[in-house]
Antibody, heavy 117, light 109 residues
Framework: QVQLQESGPGLVKPSETLSLTCTVS????????WSWIRQPPGKGLEWIGY???????NYNPSLKSRVTISVDTSKNQFSLKLTSMTAADTAVYFC???????????WGQGTLVTVSS | SYELTQPPSVSVSPGQTARITCSGD??????AYWYQQKPGQAPVLVIY???ERPSGIPERFSGSSSGTTVTLTISGVQAEDEADYYC????????????FGGGTKLTVL
């Protein structure tokens, strides 16, 4: 069965760039779309963006100027970079498989990223 | 741009039927999806394409759609169904992007 695992730093300083990686096992990344979604503590879900294995991307307009999602098919991984981090970016970051640019299933367990000096 | 609106909370007694609504102008044009999220866990898909139930999801979970409102119905609610529920759809009015509702806390009394 497909499993996704996020990895990256749990603490980022203000103004710095967040880098997270999602490792996919049990399925080839060279199919479907893959996505990042985040959830601030105690709040709802916010979609960050998609990537297709070919490298084509689609981002949340509210984050587009700060987001880059990339894919490494040789490692079966995709990654998120979010620049100019502020306290408002503190959240649990999830990676997920996106089917038909529609629904997300499954999700990774999520990783908490805190922005603090 | 579009938004999805959910009630913040719904409460039901065990064995009763819970209905959670999600409203938005995007819904007649795009499918809706529903997720269940328990504390400290990742969301789990419970309904896709308005009415379809993934394998492994109990039959008591069902979805329906009418105009600008979609509804998640949980029949015969059990204590284990207490969770946050999120609807999701898409806004294709300008550039395609994903929308999530604000979430509904289901409390089993």
């Amino acid at each position: 069965q497909v499993q996704l695992q996020e990895s990256g730093p749990g603490l980022v300083k203000p103004s710095e760039t967040l880098s997270l990686t999602c490792t996919v096992s049990g399925d080839s990344i060279s199919s479907y779309y893959w996505s990042w979604i985040r959830q601030p503590p105690g709040k709802g879900l916010e979609w960050i963006g998609y990537i297709y294995y070919s490298g084509s991307t689609n981002y949340n307009p509210s984050l587009k100027s700060r987001v880059t999602i990339s894919v490494d098919t040789s490692k079966n991984q995709f990654s998120l970079k979010l620049t100019s981090m502020t306290a408002a970016d503190t959240a649990v970051y999830f990676c997920a498989r996106a089917k038909e640019m529609g629904w997300f299933d499954p999700w990774g367990q999520g990783t908490l990223v805190t922005v603090s000096s | 741009s579009y938004e999805l609106t959910q009630p913040p909370s719904v409460s039901v007694s065990p064995g009763q039927t819970a209905r959670i609504t999600c409203s938005g102008d995007a819904l007649p044009k795009q499918y809706a999806y529903w997720y269940q999220q328990k504390p400290g866990q990742a969301p789990v898909l419970v309904i896709y394409k308005d009415t379809e139930r993934p394998s492994g999801i109990p039959e008591r979970f069902s979805g329906s759609s009418s105009g600008t409102t979609v509804t998640l119905t949980i029949s015969g609610v059990q204590a284990e169904d207490e969770a946050d529920y999120y609807c999701q759809s898409a806004d294709s009015s300008d550039t395609f992007h994903v929308l999530f509702g604000g979430g509904t806390k289901l409390t089993v009394l």
